[in-house]
């Protein structure tokens, strides 16, 4: 069936390193891939996506790159604040408000100072 | 604006009792979604919402779970004879449409004794 793979379950990072997760999906079909950032208590807010269409999107610190071919997405930040921590999900759909998303298993991120 | 809510925050109930668990769609909104987060897992997909259409329940782990929507705004999960693998935090989601990304509620953390 339908799988998103996340690696790594957790990860620690130097305040001002950057940090990168990556996850596969097994679906072909999935053209949309959102990011989310959940904190403690919260729930998982939308952080940057990607459309199939396209390699690479920046905003700011956070860049989201896609490889349709391996079936690869990544999640990067640059220059790392502690206030980045929290866990990271990625997620795979055939669209944006369609359906339902596949997520992945998180990635808790912390953010030594 | 008002985001998704989510009611109650907190649920511990015993075993083999019933709970109903509430989400308030973003206005306007007219997709809506429910997801189950466990421990240390990613976010399950249970069921989805759109319009006056059919809802699709094939994320339902079983025939003890099942949800409605109310005039396309609020819904209503309910889980009858609660188990304890039942624990976990459930997620509602909504979107404006097939275009737009989901927004999630903070959750309802249900504790099954």
């Known amino acids: 069936g339908e799988n998103v793979e996340q690696h790594p379950s957790t990860l620690s990072v130097q305040e001002g390193d950057s940090a990168v997760i990556k996850c596969t999906y097994s679906?072909?079909?999935?053209?949309?891939f959102p990011w989310y950032k959940q904190e403690l208590g919260k729930g998982p807010q939308l952080i940057i996506d990607i459309r199939s269409n396209v390699g690479e999107k920046k905003d700011q610190r956070i860049a989201v790159t896609l490889n349709k071919t391996a079936k690869h997405f990544s999640l990067h930040i640059t220059e790392t604040q502690p206030e980045d921590s929290a866990v990271y999900f990625c997620?795979?759909?055939?669209?944006?408000?369609?359906?339902?998303?596949?997520f992945g298993t998180g990635t808790r991120l912390k953010v030594l100072a | 604006g008002a985001g998704v809510s989510q009611s109650p925050s907190n649920k511990v109930t015993e075993k083999g009792k019933d709970v109903e668990l509430r989400c308030d769609p973003i206005?306007?909104?007219?997709?809506l979604y429910w997801y189950r987060q466990s421990l240390g897992q990613g976010l399950e997909f249970l069921i989805y919402f759109q319009g006056n259409s059919a809802p699709d329940k094939s994320g339902l782990p079983s025939d003890r779970f099942s949800a409605e929507r109310t005039g396309g705004s609020v819904s209503t999960l309910t889980i009858q004879r609660t188990q304890q693998e039942d624990s976990a935090v459930y997620l509602c989601a909504s979107s404006f449409g097939y275009l737009y990304e989901q927004y999630f509620g903070p959750g309802t953390r249900l504790t099954v004794t």
């Open positions: 679906d072909s079909a999935s053209n949309y």
């Open positions: 206005s306007g909104h007219t997709a």
């Open positions: 997620a795979a759909s055939k669209g944006p408000g369609t359906y339902k998303y596949i």
